[in-house]
């Protein structure tokens, strides 16, 4: 010891002394290679079916499994998870023509509000009896009713869940909500419906756009026009859930504790895009569709990275046992509201 040539204190600081920036651009940086690999994945038969946003999860869950929370990045990471989940959010407001609704979808708007109260009563009835975890049962309960991961990631904030909760509630509703849309394309041959009807019973009862869209497709483009209508209707149905959930936080955190609520600000960003989607751009501004069509991938590249960083929080020796009754749970719900759908056809 007495022999090691000491390092002068400039050297030291040089070091130790790492850019304020960096964690925050480097675990930004993370979740967009993650995301990255994620959509490459994506691309391989048999994954194409989960969608991207599963398959970015599930390279992140295993990462955390693997090599542990990169704690030098965090700041980042969480930068990710937090701030750009609601970004996406805002973004995802364009994907919502309220006009079409209004003038279209009324009666649909109706049969939506039952989809959506039947999925999460049900849910946590099935999850109280089973004993299950509560928050990542509603959590499942508001994913299978309204519009899958945008519903669970608009909501997680407001109901406080926990990041990991957030991204298994993401994961679980892909796999099933894909599992599902494949089941309908399989019965849709012997099925006495009408393409309308087909398409109806697809919008009404399956969990993402994206599994309506491919349930929905094969029976032709009316079928996939009434399909994406009725989903529409449920997506616009998130904003006054999501100040009913604020309300009920409220309520029953005053009445426990004196926790604070934040207001979901985000939402407002999310109604006003979709007053721009809906009476600005097409009549005020003209973009053309393959424009449209990269806003939309970016909404969903950036929801992917903010998925990467709720994935990365995620311990599967912590949740193993925690994840098979509400999955349990949001399957039974799933399949009886397929079946109460299509009887109500």
Same mark, same amino acid.
């Given at each position: 010891?007495?022999?090691?040539?000491?390092?002068?204190?400039?050297?030291?600081?040089?070091?130790?002394?790492?850019?304020?920036?960096?964690?925050?651009?480097?675990?930004?940086?993370?979740?967009?290679?993650?995301?990255?690999?994620?959509?490459?994945?994506?691309?391989?038969?048999?994954?194409?079916?989960?969608?991207?946003?599963?398959?970015?999860?599930?390279?992140?869950?295993?990462?955390?499994?693997?090599?542990?929370?990169?704690?030098?990045?965090?700041?980042?990471?969480?930068?990710?998870?937090?701030?750009?989940?609601?970004?996406?959010?805002?973004?995802?407001?364009?994907?919502?023509?309220?006009?079409?609704?209004?003038?279209?979808?009324?009666?649909?708007?109706?049969?939506?509000?039952?989809?959506? #109260?039947?999925? =999460?009563?049900?849910?946590? %009835?099935? /999850?109280?009896?089973?004993?299950? $975890?509560?928050?990542?049962?509603? @959590? &499942?309960?508001?994913?299978?009713?309204?519009?899958?991961?945008?519903?669970?990631?608009?909501?997680?904030?407001?109901?406080?869940?926990?990041?990991?909760?957030?991204?298994?509630?993401?994961?679980?509703?892909?796999?099933?909500?894909?599992?599902?849309?494949?089941?309908?394309?399989?019965?849709?041959?012997?099925?006495?419906?009408?393409?309308?009807?087909?398409?109806?019973?697809?919008?009404?009862? #399956?969990?993402? =756009?994206?599994?309506?869209? %491919?349930? /929905?497709?094969?029976?032709?483009? $009316?079928?996939?026009?009434?399909? @994406? &209508?009725?989903?529409?209707?449920?997506?616009?149905?998130?904003?006054?859930?999501?100040?009913?959930?604020?309300?009920?936080?409220?309520?029953?955190?005053?009445?426990?504790?004196?926790?604070?609520?934040?207001?979901?600000?985000?939402?407002?960003?999310?109604?006003?895009?979709?007053?721009?989607?809906?009476?600005?751009?097409?009549?005020?501004?003209?973009?053309?569709?393959?424009?449209?069509?990269?806003?939309?991938?970016?909404?969903?590249?950036? %929801?992917?990275?903010?998925?990467?960083?709720?994935?990365?929080?995620?311990?599967?020796?912590?949740?193993?046992?925690?994840?098979?009754?509400?999955?349990?749970?949001?399957?039974?719900?799933?399949?009886?509201?397929?079946?109460?759908?299509?009887?109500?056809?």
């Amino acid at each position: 010891m007495a022999n090691m040539i000491p390092i002068p204190q400039h050297e030291k600081e040089c070091v130790n002394k790492t850019p304020a920036w960096w964690p925050m651009l480097a675990g930004i940086g993370f979740t967009f290679m993650i995301a990255v690999l994620g959509y490459g994945l994506f691309k391989v038969p048999g994954f194409d079916h989960i969608g991207q946003l599963a398959c970015a999860i599930l390279i992140a869950v295993v990462y955390r499994q693997i090599w542990g929370y990169p704690e030098q990045i965090r700041v980042g990471i969480q930068f990710s998870a937090k701030r750009l989940l609601r970004l996406a959010i805002i973004l995802y407001g364009l994907k919502l023509n309220i006009d079409v609704i209004f003038h279209q979808g009324l009666m649909l708007l109706v049969r939506d509000i039952g989809t959506i #109260l039947f999925s =999460i009563i049900l849910t946590l %009835l099935i /999850a109280r009896i089973l004993k299950a $975890d509560l928050s990542l049962s509603l @959590l &499942l309960g508001i994913g299978t009713g309204v519009c899958g991961a945008a519903a669970i990631a608009a909501v997680s904030p407001i109901i406080k869940a926990k990041d990991e909760d957030t991204a298994m509630g993401v994961g679980i509703i892909a796999l099933v909500g894909t599992i599902f849309a494949i089941g309908y394309t399989i019965l849709r041959p012997d099925l006495y419906l009408t393409d309308i009807q087909y398409g109806i019973w697809s919008g009404i009862s #399956l969990h993402e =756009i994206a599994h309506v869209a %491919l349930a /929905a497709t094969p029976a032709g483009r $009316d079928a996939l026009a009434i399909a @994406l &209508l009725a989903k529409l209707g449920r997506v616009f149905l998130l904003v006054p859930l999501c100040f009913l959930l604020m309300y009920w936080m409220k309520r029953s955190g005053s009445a426990q504790t004196d926790a604070k609520i934040d207001f979901p600000w985000f939402l407002i960003g999310f109604i006003i895009m979709s007053f721009v989607g809906s009476y600005v751009i097409g009549k005020y501004i003209v973009l053309s569709q393959n424009i449209m069509d990269e806003i939309a991938n970016v909404t969903t590249f950036v %929801l992917t990275m903010a998925m990467v960083g709720l994935g990365l929080n995620v311990s599967l020796h912590d949740l193993r046992t925690k994840t098979f009754k509400p999955l349990l749970a949001m399957t039974v719900t799933s399949i009886l509201l397929a079946i109460v759908t299509f009887v109500s056809i």
